[in-house]
């Protein structure tokens, strides 16, 4: 059962992130949000989920580069509701650029943010999960957790690491009733992508309706952009009874990306 149980979602302020917050609420279970943006929008978010479902809804602006904050964000959701049920890893960047014109800052802050974050909220909630006995990790990978594409050295890296680390996780872990996961989503239309979109447009003189179209059509047979509330059905799915022995496990939810 996952009413009652406490989550906490990286890179929740909006897109996937706050579909799966949204989803995890709606089965009843308390959740920490994360992430940059506006305050009064960020605040707004935390009041519509906990006057829409009844749960209780903090917010922490740890930045996730930063292991002394990652480390503070997990003790403060378990002084809060006494432990982290769930913890989801989701909070991600992107830079689009050939190996060798790669700036190298830009490769150390994706690794950071998309790999090495998932790595540190791993070190500090696993300990308590093993001590109640009970736990479910889920991370959103990609599907550049599993192929690659031209352009994308370091997220290709860091989702091909967050796929391997969490095998690693779930075995460690297998004996103390908890479990690991990844998600990889295909195309997701979220302020990540909409933002590549609007430069692909500009860069083939396309209307954005037809970059749109372009853009998730070059990867996914099943042409069309992966609802975030579904990322998050499928989080749900993996935290609760029927999901428990699955781990070490990758799904993808991709319109067939992958099966190519």
């Known amino acids: 059962m996952i009413r009652g149980k406490s989550v906490v979602i990286t890179g929740s302020?909006?897109?996937?992130?706050?579909?799966?917050?949204?989803?995890?609420?709606?089965?009843?279970?308390?959740v920490t949000l994360n992430g940059f943006g506006?305050?009064?929008?960020?605040?707004?978010q935390r009041r519509d989920i906990e006057d829409g479902f009844g749960v209780t809804a903090v917010y922490s602006g740890a930045d996730v580069t930063k292991p002394a904050e990652i480390a503070e964000m997990i003790a403060r959701a378990e002084e809060s509701f006494g432990a982290v049920d769930v913890l989801v890893n989701n909070a991600g960047i992107q830079f689009v650029?050939?190996?060798e014109d790669f700036p190298v800052e830009k490769w150390d802050a994706v690794i950071a943010t998309n790999l090495s974050a998932v790595f540190h909220t791993c070190r500090c909630a696993v300990p308590g999960m093993k001590r109640r006995g009970w736990g479910r990790i889920i991370n959103i990978a990609s599907a550049h957790g599993l192929v690659a594409s031209a352009g994308k050295a370091a997220y290709v890296a860091a989702k091909h690491?967050?796929?391997g680390l969490t095998k690693v996780v779930a075995i460690e872990a297998a004996e103390h009733g908890i479990t690991a996961n990844a998600i990889c989503p295909g195309w997701v239309m979220t302020p990540l992508i909409a933002q590549q979109i609007e430069t692909f447009a500009e860069t083939t003189g396309r209307?954005?309706?037809?970059?749109?179209?372009?853009?998730?059509?070059?990867?996914?047979?099943?042409?069309?952009?992966?609802?975030p509330e579904d990322v998050g059905a499928l989080a749900v799915f993996l935290a609760g009874d029927a999901a428990a022995t699955i781990t070490g496990a990758s799904y993808s939810i991709d319109g067939g990306w992958t099966a190519q």
């Open 13 to 30: 302020t909006s897109g996937i992130g706050l579909a799966m917050a949204r989803a995890f609420a709606a089965e009843g279970a308390n």
């Open 38 to 44: 506006d305050q009064d929008a960020i605040e707004q």
């Open 97 to 99: 650029a050939t190996v």
């Open 161 to 163: 690491g967050v796929v």
């Open 207 to 227: 209307s954005v309706e037809e970059a749109k179209h372009e853009f998730v059509a070059d990867k996914q047979p099943m042409a069309r952009f992966i609802r």
